[in-house]
């Protein structure tokens, strides 16, 4: 069976299926569909859907109830998201579990709000001040967009982390039809939380990569949490060795973890000597680009990459291996391709299809310009 | 029972703060205020803002939160709404205040169940002693080198007037400090108890500043002290969740999966524009036509453009039909163009002149003449009865014209799809009826 349906609500539909009981927002196009659906909905699962004066209250308030035990969401764009940036340090720092759906449009500052874009990336993995990593996932359709939510949910409870749903304008507002067999149900566990009956240490941890186990406001134990650096207790630390074991850890728990967290689509063709990639929603064209290639009896591989951060260097690797040329496809000035080209080896060709119009990159424009015809 | 005889941690003092600094002071004050009311430390979340007054957490037997700078009130919201049975208070300075003022006023306005406590000392103690929102006229502070220009803000009288249901102003010689505390504490709503109080390492010996100059200072800035306002009124965690009572347990909006009743002939890929005016429903038809087609078994994709004023100027939708997965859903020719209004036309202007022979141009007959490679077929709005005036279901009407025209699927489909759609359905329907006339001529 089919549904017609837009990826706003596909997200929106997979948070609560996901167990989202708390969302926050900030009206903003393309993302608002997201709010509007979650102030409707919301209420009927008993949880809390609340339109803040600003964006900066908006991921405040996030955190606030993620910390008191909600599984949260909010979604905005990139204006919007400039505006978290310095919360989604508090929320890095602090080790706090939410999702954040960015739904890009095109340009900096206002740019042009009803129009997409994908000029995101880099600042959705270098957005916030020290540099430390967090996870972003890319729905190429609507059905990734409710699986991709889903799986945003168990990653930032896993980790405990401000995971991101790199959306685009195109994707969110766009009705497609879609097979409904797709969608993926795998259960979002509730929080691991610290048990009532023991002592509970906030931020006590056996080694660099072990994420804390949570303890919520109003529980059984007294919980401290900070965005000033910390000790094991929540307390301030101030010594170099405790420093050192806290930013090592922020770091150590994604960037150990990339095997877990890697997610790409291949479509490899043996022989193939191009590889075309790309990520959210010019994957769609670049997939019709290789159906029309492969039907004229020519050879080409595609990969999509669906987690963007941390990089999936093994899987990009493996997929570019046997390749003279790779093809990067996206809705910006080729902020990705940078990713690809550290990975690509010295023989190895990278070339990027690029538009900032607003229009979609079509098949025959990554035919013609990634010169694969 | 259990009393609680402090929430201080008594072991650690003493306080880091500067001698005769007010800091410790109203901390005190705020505990005595909380072993009046023995409230569980469980139940109580303390949320700091940036500045000395952060200082005090690691004092707390509660549970504490230490944020970003002028952010402790969007917190301390975000734990108030997820869990109304807490208590929240939030510690700030002056600083704190004015770099989060907007979220102040704004939780006072919702009257949101927090306590805030305002450690005001004139200016910025932790970092050099720069002028701060309340720091009065004529002061001496570190980054008010020339002169003192500005006006303190009043953030009593502020939050007073936009929703605060308890709020008090008062010094650090106040000996009835901790029952203002605890009074702000005890109202369910939004509290603010704004402190004057030292910063002996700053703003004391810049001024030459002593309790006589405090007093003197409110009185000649007219800022009245003791409870400036106590009225109760409902607190917004709770109001929400009794405005929403009615909600719960409903199911959510389930999914809308399209059976396919129908079967369509079509062998490639179809694009279809719609390009009309705003605020007539052009959006709205040609969604119908993509689950129409989905009902026939195809697959489709709808994505439409209009200016941010949605009631003026022109509205485009662009519908993708194929009996294959339509993974690009944009559209560099239309093989079927429809085109309604005088603002349509101008907006499809770029996709006119890309139209061949092969491609159909289906245009509202007071449009005409245009020019066009393309196929013309001119569709009379004069000849749909009770449809004329109706222009908001003249993009319906056009769809079913074209179905008519092309046999893309049954144009039961389209029924079926109205159908299901619960809005304006049987008005809906009666224009797909009325559409049978409406196409004029075909060249």
Redesign the interface.
């Known amino acids: ?5 837009t990826g706003a ?1 596909a997200i929106g ?1 997979a948070a ?1 299926d996901a167990g989202c009981d ?1 969302f ?1 927002g900030y009206p903003i ?1 393309p993302a608002t569909p997201i709010l509007l ?1 979650m102030v ?2 919301l ?4 949880g ?1 859907a ?1 339109q ?3 964006e ?2 908006s ?12 599984r949260v969401l909010t979604a905005t764009s990139g204006p919007g998201l400039s505006l978290y940036s ?2 989604i ?2 929320a890095i720092m ?1 080790e706090v579990p939410m999702v954040i759906v960015d739904c890009q449009r095109l340009g900096p500052a206002t740019g042009a ?2 129009t997409t874009g994908e000029g995101d990336v880099q600042f959705l993995r270098w957005g916030t001040s020290g540099g430390y990593p967090v996870i972003v996932l890319a729905p190429a ?1 609507a059905v990734d967009c409710y699986n991709l939510t889903r799986r945003a949910f168990y990653l930032s409870e896993r980790f405990r982390l401000p995971v991101f749903v790199a959306t685009d304008k ?1 994707t969110v ?5 879609v097979e ?1 067999d797709r969608y993926l149900h795998e259960p979002v566990p509730k929080r691991n939380v610290a048990p009532a009956d023991a002592d509970h240490v906030p931020y006590r941890i056996g080694h660099p990569a072990e994420v804390p186990v949570m303890s ?13 650096s910390y000790n094991e207790r929540g ?2 630390a101030w010594r170099p060795a405790e420093l050192d074991r806290l930013n090592r850890h922020l770091a150590a728990k994604v960037d150990q973890a990339e095997d877990e967290i890697a997610l790409v689509r291949a479509d490899l063709q043996p022989g193939a000597r191009t590889v075309v990639i790309s990520y959210g929603i010019s ?3 670049v ?2 680009a290789v159906r029309l290639v492969r039907r004229e009896g020519g050879e080409v591989s595609g990969l999509t990459v669906i987690s963007l951060w941390p990089v999936p260097e093994q899987a990009i690797r493996d997929a570019i291996r046997d390749a003279d040329r790779v093809v990067v496809v996206e809705m910006n000035l080729g902020q990705y391709r940078r990713e690809i080209e550290r990975l690509a080896t010295d023989r190895q060709q990278v070339v990027g299809v690029n538009r900032v119009d607003g ?2 990159i ?3 424009q990554i035919l013609a310009e990634g010169g694969i015809l | 029972m259990t009393r609680w005889t402090s929430y201080i941690d008594e072991s650690r003092k003493p306080y880091p703060f500067c001698p005769g600094c007010g800091h410790g002071l109203i901390l005190d004050q705020i505990n005595a205020a909380l072993v009046k009311l023995q409230i569980d ?3 109580i ?1 303390v ?1 700091l803002d940036i500045g000395c007054v ?1 200082l005090c ?2 004092f707390l ?8 700078h002028g ?1 402790s ?11 109304p ?2 208590k929240v208070f939030v510690l700030t300075g002056d600083g704190g205040v004015g770099i989060g003022g ?2 102040v006023i ?1 939780a006072a306005r919702r009257n949101m169940g927090i306590t805030v406590v305002l450690f005001n000392n004139l200016n910025f103690g932790m970092t050099g002693g720069e002028h701060s929102v309340t720091t009065p006229p004529d002061s001496i502070t570190s980054t008010t080198e020339y002169g003192h220009l500005e006006q303190p803000l009043d953030v009593c009288a502020t939050v007073a007037a936009n929703g605060a249901s308890y709020v008090a102003r008062t010094t650090t010689f106040d000996e009835n400090l901790s029952d203002l505390i605890a009074a702000g504490i005890a109202n369910e709503g939004f509290s603010l108890v704004d402190v004057w109080e030292f910063c002996t390492a700053y703003y004391v010996p810049n001024n030459r500043y002593g309790r006589r100059q405090m007093e003197a200072m409110l009185e000649r800035l007219e800022f009245r002290t003791g409870v400036l306002r106590s009225s109760p009124r409902p607190e917004y ?1 709770r109001a ?1 969740r009794q405005a ?1 009572a009615g ?7 389930p ?6 009743r129908y079967t369509s002939r079509l062998s490639r890929r179809v694009a279809c524009v719609i390009s009309g005016a705003a605020g007539k429903k052009i959006n709205t038809a040609a ?1 119908l036509l ?2 129409a ?2 009902g026939a078994g ?9 200016p ?1 004023t949605v009631k003026t100027g022109y509205s485009i939708s662009e519908v993708v039909l194929s009996p294959e ?6 559209v ?1 020719k239309p093989d079927l163009l429809v085109v309604l209004f005088p603002e349509g036309l101008a907006r499809a202007r770029p996709h006119l002149d890309t139209l061949t022979p092969a491609d159909t141009l289906y245009l509202d007959s007071r449009l005409a003449p245009v020019q066009t490679a393309a196929r013309q077929v001119l569709l009379d709005f004069g000849q749909t009865g009770a449809f004329v005036r109706k222009q908001e279901y003249w993009a319906t009407m056009a769809v079913a014209a074209v179905l008519r025209d092309r046999h893309l699927f049954p144009l039961e489909a389209l029924e079926d799809a109205i159908r299901n759609q619960s809005s304006y359905a049987e008005e809906n329907l009666a224009a797909v009826a009325a559409s049978e006339g409406l196409i004029k001529s075909s060249t």
């Open positions: 069976m089919r549904e017609f349906i609500e539909r609560l708390f926050a196009t659906y409707k909905e209420p009927k699962v008993g809390v609340f803040a004066e600003d900066l209250a991921i405040g308030m996030c955190i606030g109830a993620a910390l008191s035990g909600a310095e919360n340090g508090l602090a709000a009803t359709d195109e507002a766009t009705l497609s039809a409904m919520p406001f109003g529980g059984p134990h007294l919980v401290r949490v900070s965005g000033a307390s301030r994957s769609g064209s997939a019709e229009e979609l079509s098949p025959d | 430390p469980r139940t979340v949320v952060s957490r690691e037997t509660t549970n504490w939160m230490l944020g970003l952010r009130v969007t917190y301390a919201s975000g734990i108030k709404l997820a869990n049975n807490l907007n979220h704004n965690s929400y929403v909600e719960a347990g409903r199911p959510t909006r999914p809308q999966p399209i059976e396919a969604a993509g689950r087609a989905v195809l697959w489709a994709t709808q994505r439409s453009d209009y941010v997965r339509v993974c690009y859903s944009g560099t």
